[in-house]
């Protein structure tokens, strides 16, 4: 009898402890994470796509921080304002650093896509540049202007270019605005549309062109000097960290949007960028 209790005891103790490591098993596949040794923080992947000025710039400078929380942050440089968008909705990236929200809006809609604004960082006044003008007034008959081709940025383009009087526009407050929505052209502007990233260095065969602040910083040009023109300080297109609704309230996301409106970033803008970018939290 004591030979069969002790087998009995036996069975029920190892039925007992498998029934407990599959409970362990069970918490792991719910994406439970063991603790880490000594409680130093859980160690989380972020890959953010940016523009390289100033987005890139930015992220690099909260990387130490974030990553005493943590979180480990890749940073993946685009040269346009289309794959950034498109490769976080394909998870090929966890978010992007480099959007306004109308612009969101448009490739939203024009792409099928469902991606989500999660904090605002900074204020880009957009602004008219030349080289061959040193005031808006030598703007001659004819002259030859460079707009961005994108939908938002094009009309925000041709909204700046009405608010000097340089033409009209059916609604001269419409971001929406398209070269056929201009209603006079008193100066007969030959209006050209292009790729934002490349309106910079077409400026040599261009008498104007109206070019993004970060497309400007990186060809070295200083919006709060070189500019004929620039938006107002107050302009409503705050930069965006933008990610999936399936994310965007993930430890790493928030981490992330944390440091980003944090008194650090609110420094390194400032100090960095001396007005030609703007905090906007």
């Keep these: 009898m004591k030979k069969w209790s002790l087998l009995l005891l036996s069975i029920t103790l190892m039925a007992v402890l498998a029934a407990c490591g599959n409970n362990t098993q069970g918490n792991q596949a719910a994406g439970e ?14 890959k953010v796509g940016a523009t390289a000025v100033p987005h890139a710039e930015i992220l690099e400078a909260i990387k130490p921080s974030l990553e005493a929380q943590g979180v480990r942050l890749q940073v993946v440089t685009f040269n346009d304002y289309v794959q950034p968008n498109v490769q976080v909705f ?25 991606l989500v604004p999660v904090v605002s960082v900074h204020v880009e006044p957009m602004g008219a540049y030349s080289q061959k003008l040193t005031s808006i007034d030598e703007l001659k008959d004819g002259a ?17 270019l009405a608010k000097q009087g340089l ?3 059916k609604d001269n407050t419409d971001v929406g605005s398209t070269i056929a ?9 030959d209006i050209k549309e292009a790729d934002a990233a490349i309106l910079p260095r077409q400026l040599p065969d261009l008498d104007l062109a109206v070019i993004n602040t970060n497309y400007a910083l990186e060809a070295q040009l200083n919006p709060t000097q070189d500019a004929l ?26 981490a992330l949007a944390k ?23």
């Design 181 to 189: 929505d201009i209603t006079a052209n008193p100066k007969n502007l």
């Design 33 to 46: 994470a063991e603790p880490t040794p000594g409680g130093a923080p859980r160690q989380v992947e972020l």
């Design 229 to 254: 023109f620039i938006e107002d300080k107050e302009s409503p297109y705050a930069n965006l960290l933008v990610s999936r609704p399936d994310n965007k309230d993930s430890e790493g996301i928030q």
């Design 90 to 114: 394909d998870k090929q990236l966890d978010a992007n650093f480099f959007q306004h929200k109308p612009y969101l809006d448009s490739e939203n809609e024009t792409r099928g896509m469902d």
């Design 144 to 160: 030859i202007v460079g707009i961005p081709n994108d939908a938002t940025n094009g009309g925000r383009a041709l909204v700046l």
């Design 167 to 169: 033409i009209t526009l």
């Design 259 to 281: 440091a980003l409106q944090s008194d650090e970033v609110r420094k390194f803008i400032e100090d960095k960028y001396q007005g030609a970018i703007v905090p906007a939290f």
